[in-house]
């Protein structure tokens, strides 16, 4: 789950915004379509991450393809069953109920609070850059067409993915020690859990490489 990954392309959404405008429009014609545009922009862009909220809180939690970093994360589950935890903490393996107890329960729904805490921020940090990128790009019709055409909105963009999200999603990984702790005891409490507890100290570390290395291609 690359979170700062989502991120740093909700804060691209805007990009595809700032396309030259039609050359045959009359200046004041050009000015309304970008704001028409932005205005779309900033309601598709909430719209899509309610929804997102939404689907995170009603719906089952994977735990097999989940909290991959790097390609450590990525081989060491790939050929897990299917296993979810649900919004009542049922515990489902391959779409079985597993046998639980209360204790067991609570500890299933403590960890899925957590993993959804961690994927709510994610996409909070990607509502609030995407918002950002379309302020970056209000202005004059003028204006805007002249920074889209030289190159200077897509870097005032970057330097604001940047400066606001690079250190809020490696915020997130550094909540990773607490979320491996939490899994690590549920997978001693219920034994069906225990493969699906690969998180570990590299993941964390690869975590905040993972971010470095994202933003600096930007």
Request: proline letters at 5%; aromatic letters at 4%.
């Amino acid at each position: 789950m690359t979170l700062f990954r989502t991120a740093a392309l909700c804060a691209c959404l805007a990009l595809p915004l700032v396309a030259a405008p039609a050359v045959h429009a009359a200046p004041s014609d050009i000015g309304d379509e970008i704001r028409n545009e932005l205005a779309d922009a900033r309601k598709e862009v909430r719209v899509e991450m309610a929804k997102a909220r939404e689907e995170l809180r009603t719906g089952n939690l994977r735990v097999d393809n989940s909290l991959q970093f790097g390609d450590h994360g990525r081989s060491k589950d790939a050929e897990l069953p299917r296993a979810e935890i649900t919004p009542d903490g049922d515990f489902l393996v391959e779409g079985e109920i597993q046998p639980i107890d209360a204790h067991q329960r609570r500890q299933l729904l403590a960890y899925r609070g957590k993993v959804i805490g961690i994927a709510l921020t994610g996409i909070e940090i990607g509502e609030k850059s995407a918002e950002a990128a379309l302020d970056a790009v209000q202005g004059s019709w003028l204006g805007l067409a002249f920074r889209a055409m030289t190159g200077t909105l897509d870097s005032s963009i970057e330097r604001m993915v940047r400066k606001h999200v690079q250190p809020a999603v490696v915020a997130i990984c550094r909540q990773l020690p607490e979320l491996m702790q939490a899994q690590q005891e549920l997978a001693t409490s219920l034994p069906q859990f225990r493969p699906y507890a690969t998180l570990d100290s590299n993941d964390i570390e690869d975590c905040e490489n993972d971010v470095r290395n994202e933003f600096a291609t930007l």
